[in-house]
């Protein structure tokens, strides 16, 4: 999913769970679906930014995990670092 396509999908989405949608609150719960380790970390960490524990919170939160793209571990590794790690 493109960042634009996902912004618009978030803002979408807020707009029915919190009845409002800013660019800058979009953003911030992108990025702390790409930082959160699973979904339901996720949840919890919606749930301490005041929204409530409900069914959609939870549907939203397994969504934007899905959605928000993040990094494969080991793919940034570059190749010369990786024969000076394993030649030690």
Known sequence: MGSNDLNTWVSDKLMVLLGFSQ?????YLIAMAKQSKSPGELVRELVECGFSLSGDTRAFAEEIYARAPRKTPGVNVRPSMTLVLFSE
Do not use: E, H, L
Request: charged share 0%; proline share 0%.
């Open 23 to 27: 660019t800058a609150v979009v953003q």
